[in-house]
Structures are given as structure tokens and as C-alpha cells.
């Protein structure tokens, strides 16, 4: 009789119920829109998943969590893999250049934990815009692995994968996206070449424009079909100028910029009629510009 005692109380032990907390939310916040940012490349979408995951988490009172942080993850992993693929007609209709949404990062006393990321690592506009071009398996698996460490068998857990097809999964990713692996993501360096390209452009000194600027850089002009935009990538050095130029000769008079922190990588913050008017971002490779960044869709600025 106390051996069968004993085996009720161990096995009532076993599937005691470990409940989502507040502190939970706050500890693993961060973690969670990390993920969902990179995932999506928007910043309102990811937020909502992180919601909705807790939301559904607080609910679940009757079931058993043995790992709340692989937990969380895989909830919002799943659900970002679902919107990935629901998303991809969106993001074939939509007009011209699709660029991430930037994330300016501003560290302040009252600042949103969820705005500050916790790696830099898989974060800047390149890498994000990069990501595109994998399948939704391919860039979760690559995300877990290469920016967040998170060991295969984990991995194989969250994705419902086995670690070998993980595994396959990542390597296919990382070759896909090859080509990003030379990014500069030295910020003072980077910003650096930034401001020697500002002071460049505007003295259009073309003999200084050409050591820091590639012959065949390309501008992804983000408007959404909102704004005024180039529909297509502009290519070369000649035509990227031209239209850098034609900007700045119709801007407004209160027309002013500033180089911030936006996705952990110094970018150029354009301001017109006391708002912000673009973003530009910069893929920087051998002390070069490669890519530049210009999104301009309303609906991915920051209203400040």
C-alpha cells in the first residue's frame, strides 16, 4: 500500500502545472520579439505575436511546461511560420522594393524592453532584406541557430523537425544567403564612412564618392505605393547619385537629417515638415557602400 502511495505521489509530482508568470513576460519578452522582428521584418507584427503568445499562454492552465523558454519560442516561431505564408501573395503585390521595417533603437529610462534586441548579430536592413530569399523553415532554422545559439535538439523541438533534416535545413540557408557574410558591423567604422559619404555627396566631390561607394551599388526605394518612389532597384554609381540628387533639389526648406542607432548599424534619419521622411540604410562591405536602403512607406517610420 505505501509502495502504490509512494508511485501516485511521484506521479502527481510529474505533471504538476508550471504556469506562464508577469515575471516570465518581462524575462522573456525581448527574447520573443527578437525573434518575431527577425522572422517578419515588422515591427507592429511582431509585437502582436508576442502578445498573442503570452495571451494564449496564460490561458493554457492545464498544460504542462517543462521548458518556458523553448516553450514561448516555439509558439512564436509557429505562429510566425504561419504568417510568413499567408504573407507571401501580400508581399508579391506589393509595389516596389520591399525593405524591412527600421528599428531605431533609443535607449531610454522608459524605454519598451521589447525595442532593445538582445543580439546585434542577424539584425541589420542587409541581413533582414537577405532573409527574404529563404523559405519560412529555412529562415527560423537559421535564426535559431546562427543568431540565437539554440542547440539542434531544441531546434528539432520547436520546428517539430528531426535534428538531421534541421540541420540540412540550415546548411541549405546559409548558403542561400552566402553572399551577406562579408557585412561590416562595426558601427563607429561604419558610421565613419557614413559621414565621409554625407560630406562627399553634398561638396559632389565624385573623386571621394567613388573610393567609398561601390561602381554598381543598388537602391531598394521602399514607398509601398504610398509615396513617390522608385518602383525598380536604381544600379550604378551614376544613377544612384542622380536620384539621390533629384531628391535633394525638391526637398522642402525645413528639410534636415541626423545619423541615428537603427538596427544596431548607423543610418541616415530624414526629416521634412517636422517629420521623419526616410530612413537610409547601408550595406557595407570592405569600407564600401554596396546597397543603400531608402524607405520611404509612411507606415514603416517612426511617427517622432
Known amino acids: 500500500m505505501e509502495n502504490k502511495q509512494r508511485k501516485k505521489l511521484l506521479k502527481r509530482k510529474r505533471v504538476d502545472i508550471v504556469q506562464i508568470s508577469n515575471e516570465d513576460y518581462q524575462q522573456f519578452k525581448p527574447l520573443l520579439f527578437s525573434i518575431g522582428y ?17 495571451l494564449r499562454a496564460y490561458q493554457m492552465k492545464e498544460q504542462k ?32 522594393p520591399w525593405n ?5 533603437i533609443e535607449k531610454t529610462e522608459d524605454s519598451d524592453p521589447s525595442e532593445i534586441v538582445l543580439q546585434k548579430e542577424g539584425l541589420s536592413i542587409a541581413f533582414l532584406r537577405m532573409m527574404e530569399h529563404l523559405a519560412p523553415d529555412e529562415r ?22 528531426k535534428e538531421e533534416n534541421c540541420r540540412k535545413i540550415f546548411s541549405r540557408a546559409k548558403q542561400k544567403i552566402s553572399l551577406i557574410e562579408g557585412e561590416s558591423l562595426n558601427f563607429e567604422e561604419n558610421k565613419s564612412i557614413i559621414n565621409r559619404f554625407i560630406q562627399a555627396f553634398q561638396m559632389q566631390n565624385i573623386d571621394a564618392l567613388l573610393k567609398l561607394v561601390s561602381e554598381n551599388v543598388t537602391l531598394y ?30 526637398a522642402e526648406k525645413d528639410f534636415y537629417f541626423e545619423i541615428k542607432n537603427v538596427n544596431s548599424q ?30 520611404m512607406n509612411p507606415e514603416k517610420l517612426p511617427i517622432h
Open 38 to 54: 527577425r522572422m517578419l521584418g515588422t515591427i507592429s507584427e511582431a509585437e502582436d505575436i508576442v502578445q498573442e503568445t503570452f
Open 65 to 96: 511546461i517543462d521548458n518556458k523558454k523553448a516553450y514561448l519560442c516555439k509558439m512564436v516561431t509557429n505562429r510566425c511560420l504561419d504568417v510568413l505564408k499567408s504573407a507571401r501573395y501580400k508581399r508579391e503585390q506589393y509595389i516596389g
Open 140 to 161: 527560423a532554422v537559421l535564426l535559431l541557430r546562427e543568431v540565437f545559439d539554440f542547440p539542434y535538439s531544441e531546434i528539432a523541438n520547436i520546428m517539430e523537425k
Open 100 to 104: 524591412p521595417e527600421p528599428l531605431l
Open 221 to 250: 526605394s521602399d514607398g509601398g505605393g504610398k509615396v513617390k518612389a522608385a518602383v525598380r532597384p536604381i544600379v550604378a554609381i551614376s544613377n544612384v547619385l542622380a536620384l539621390l540628387y533629384g531628391i535633394m533639389k525638391k
Open 266 to 295: 548607423p543610418a541616415i534619419v530624414v526629416y521634412m515638415n517636422g517629420t521623419v521622411h526616410s530612413i537610409l540604410s547601408f550595406y557595407i562591405i570592405n569600407e564600401k557602400i554596396n546597397e543603400i536602403y531608402m524607405t
